[in-house]
C-alpha cells in the first residue's frame, strides 16, 4: 500500500505556506522548529518530490509545492468535516459555532436576534467574528468560520447561499440638500457625482456603484470612509451624500443628525442578507434554524414598522 501523508504533516506545510517562516511556522503549529522542518522532510520523502527551497535568507514554495499545499487545504477541510459531522451527530444542536458578520449587518441584526437564539437554541454558543467579506468568505472556506452573515449580490463560488431578505437603498443628505428634497429620488448625475462611498474592500461601496450603474458617478475624490458612522459624519459635514441600507435607518443610524433620508425611485435597488455556509457542513440543522430567526425577526420589524 502506498505511503500516505498525515494531516500534521499537512498542517506544518500550510503553516510554511502561511508564514515563509520555519521560526514563525513552528510557533504557529506549537511544536519546535527541528519537529516541523523534519515533518516536512517526511512529507517531501512520503510524496517523492521537493516541496520547499531553503536557503540562509529565504523559504519558498516549489512549484509543485504550491499545488501540494492547495489540495492540503481540501484534504484537511474534508477531515474537518468529518470530526463537525460526528460531532454534530453525537450531539445535534449543541456546542460552539463560529459566525462571521459583516460590519454593515452586524450592529442592526445581531442586538436583536442574539437573545431569540440563545432562547430557541441554548445548547448553541455563537462565538461572532466582524470583517469584511471577502476575509469571511475565505475563513469561511478554510474552516475558520462555520456560517457568515454577508450582502449579496458578491461572488460565494460553491458555497451553499441562503437569501433571507432584501434591504433597500435610501439616499440620505443634509436637510438644506436639494438632492433629497424630493419624495421618491431618481438616479441623477446631479447628487451621484457627489456620492461619498466606504473604502475598498466593503461590499457596501461596490453595491452603492452597482445602484448607480444608470448615472455617471463621480464621488468626492480622495474622501471614503471606513464606517458607516464615519460615513453619516462626513454627510452631516456637508461633503456630499451617501446611499445607505434601510436597516441602518430604521435602527436610528442618522438619529439626531441634521440628515433626512428618502427612498429611491422604483425599481429601488436593494441589497440581499443572506446565510452562507460550506455545502458540506455538518451543522445544516443549526444553519437552517439561525437563518429562520433572522428573517422571522426581520418580517416582525418590518410588520411593525408599517
Known amino acids: 500500500m502506498t505511503a500516505l501523508p498525515s ?3 499537512l498542517r506544518y ?28 522532510k517526511e512529507l517531501e520523502s512520503t510524496l517523492g518530490v521537493q516541496l520547499v527551497e531553503r536557503d540562509r535568507q529565504s523559504v519558498a514554495l516549489t512549484a509543485v509545492g504550491q499545488s501540494v499545499a492547495t489540495r492540503a487545504r481540501q484534504v ?3 477531515a474537518q468535516d468529518l470530526t463537525d ?7 445535534p444542536m449543541h456546542g460552539q459555532l463560529r459566525l462571521g458578520v459583516i460590519p454593515t449587518i452586524a450592529p442592526f441584526v445581531l442586538p436583536e436576534v442574539m437573545p431569540i437564539l440563545r432562547k430557541k437554541l441554548p445548547g448553541l454558543q455563537l462565538a461572532l467574528r466582524e470583517d469584511l467579506t471577502a476575509h469571511l468568505i475565505a475563513r469561511l472556506q478554510s474552516h475558520q468560520l462555520d456560517f457568515i452573515l454577508i450582502a449579496l449580490p458578491v461572488e460565494t463560488g460553491e458555497l451553499h447561499v441562503r437569501p433571507l431578505y432584501a434591504d433597500k437603498f435610501w439616499l440620505v443628505g443634509r436637510e438644506d440638500d436639494l438632492a433629497v428634497s424630493g419624495r421618491a429620488i431618481r438616479l441623477s448625475h446631479a447628487w451621484t457625482e ?5 473604502e475598498e474592500g466593503h461590499c457596501l461601496r461596490d453595491h452603492a456603484l452597482q445602484a448607480c450603474r444608470a448615472a455617471e458617478v463621480g464621488s468626492v475624490e480622495g474622501l471614503e470612509a471606513t464606517s ?7 454627510v452631516a459635514s456637508g461633503m456630499g451624500v451617501a446611499l445607505l441600507p434601510e436597516m441602518a435607518l430604521r435602527h436610528g443610524l442618522i438619529r439626531h443628525q441634521p440628515l433626512q433620508a428618502r427612498p429611491l425611485a422604483a425599481p429601488a435597488p436593494q441589497r440581499t442578507i443572506a ?19 433572522i428573517a422571522s425577526r426581520h418580517t416582525r420589524r418590518k410588520r411593525n414598522h408599517a
Open 275 to 293: 446565510l452562507v455556509t460550506r455545502p458540506t457542513s455538518a451543522h445544516m440543522a443549526a444553519f437552517e434554524a439561525i437563518a429562520q430567526v
Open 194 to 198: 457627489r456620492l461619498l462611498l466606504l
Open 85 to 91: 459531522f460526528a460531532s454534530a451527530a453525537a450531539r
Open 7 to 9: 494531516l500534521r504533516q
Open 228 to 234: 458607516l458612522l464615519t460615513l453619516v459624519q462626513m
Open 76 to 78: 484537511l477541510a474534508a
Open 13 to 40: 506545510l500550510l503553516a510554511l505556506t502561511e508564514h515563509l517562516n520555519f521560526t514563525r511556522a513552528a510557533e504557529a503549529c506549537f511544536v519546535s522548529q527541528s519537529t516541523l522542518s523534519a515533518g516536512l
